[in-house]
């Protein structure tokens, strides 16, 4: 799941000077990418390993320059975000076990610093698992754990024999314009409309009508005319020209808002839904936008994280009450981020380590706000399988 629009970087000493000054909370007119909630990973780029429940800043990390903003792992250790900023470089900060982070080690780091020999980049996606996705010359590149084949290298390779720590390139895949990670498998957009898929299949979530593993990309038959794409933990969402939302993988939730509970290794239509502009697919629940602003939402609800007022799982989409202007979504493994049309950020959902930014640890079913209006911010990102929230 990846979201755009900030640049610039200054590391080292100065920044570790910045982020001792950073105060709790960021003002709406601090310059710096912004992030909170659970932090034990070194994922909030700080410094410290400290959760924090309101925004804080990035040091070193300006809105302005950052394009896109990605952040994934699925437990404390694992936990990393990743930064593509203006000039095609990427920063990457956090947990680095599995080398998700792509500098050549497997060292945490709690600072942003630049992924080494990563530039001409497009698009970046964090996975929900230790891996990573970037997209360079139609080309897609990855890092990090291989456990499924979920780096399309063609191997299949346990992190205990050496997780791929540096980016290299995927196998037989060109003309690609966008990349989502889930939490095991790997999703490109290609420019003639088609989807491909590799990693993990357990579930079916690599609709390729089977569930067996694939170490290198497979078109996903009968799918053309895509638009945008979103990779859950284990289901994946695609959007067509003509506004069709089309799910497959793990069912359990409803999350492919087919109105069951039996997962799906094809393709089938969401039902119920018009207008739909862009998708955003979380850990076991799923969003769409809809061209008046307002939007939809199914799956797993059990912490309110789809924003409807309850907690009963929905398999198929329901309108979010009041709900208004939204610009951009992003989604956690329990909690879901909006960016309105006036820059303010709303969060709902589970918020046991500050995720939803309010100041408080109360989970909520419906929104509160992490950040208020004009407060600078286009994007918002969080990873399907962690708590920690993202801001520029």
């Known amino acids: 799941m990846t979201y755009r629009a900030c640049v610039r970087a200054v590391i080292g000493t100065a920044v570790a000077l910045a982020a001792l000054a950073t105060p709790a909370h960021a003002e709406p007119s601090d310059p710096w990418v912004r992030a909170w909630g659970l932090n034990v990973g070194a994922q909030l780029g700080n410094g410290t390993i400290l959760d924090q429940t309101t925004p804080g800043s990035v040091p070193g990390v300006a809105r302005g320059d950052v394009r896109e903003l990605s952040a994934g792992g699925f437990n404390s250790n694992l936990s990393f975000a990743l930064a593509l900023l203006n000039d095609g470089t990427v920063l990457s900060w956090g947990g680095n076990t599995s080398g998700q982070l792509g500098n050549g080690t497997t060292v945490q780091q709690g600072f942003p610093a630049k992924v080494a020999g990563l530039s001409g980049v497009s698009s970046i996606s964090a996975a929900g698992g230790p891996f990573a ?29 050496g997780p791929a720590t540096r980016p290299a390139a995927v196998q037989s895949l060109n003309r690609v314009t966008d990349v989502s990670g889930g939490c095991n498998h790997s999703v490109a957009l290609r420019e003639d409309g088609t989807v491909w898929t590799w990693g993990r299949n357990a579930n079916g979530q ?31 969402l695609a959007l067509t020209a003509d506004g069709t939302v089309k799910t497959w993988g793990y069912n359990s939730k409803g999350q492919l808002g087919n109105d069951s509970t039996e997962d799906s290794p094809v393709p089938v239509d969401v039902r119920h839904l018009d207008g739909v502009t862009k998708v955003f697919a979380g850990s076991y629940q799923s969003y769409a936008l809809l061209d008046d602003g307002s939007v939809r ?62 100041g408080t640890t109360t989970s909520s079913p419906t929104p509160v706000t992490a950040l208020p209006p004009n407060s600078g911010t286009s994007h918002v990102a969080a990873s399907v399988a962690n708590k920690s929230s993202y801001a520029c």
Do not use: F
């Open 133 to 161: 996705l970037a997209v360079r010359g139609g080309r897609v590149l990855a890092w990090g754990t291989n456990a499924y084949g979920q780096l399309g290298n063609g191997a299949t390779t346990a992190d205990k024999d």
């Open 206 to 236: 690599l609709g390729l009508g089977t569930r067996t593993d694939r170490n290198t990309p497979q078109k996903v038959p009968g799918l053309d005319d895509v638009v945008a794409i979103s990779a859950g933990c284990t289901h994946t």
């Open 297 to 358: 939402a199914w799956g797993w609800n059990g912490e309110g994280q789809l924003g409807d007022g309850g907690a009963v799982d929905r398999t198929t989409p329901v309108p979010l009450p009041g709900l208004t202007g939204v610009q951009e979504m992003a989604d956690g493994w329990q909690h879901t981020l909006a960016v309105l049309a006036d820059g303010s950020v709303l969060a709902w959902g589970n918020n046991s380590n500050g995720q939803l930014g309010d």
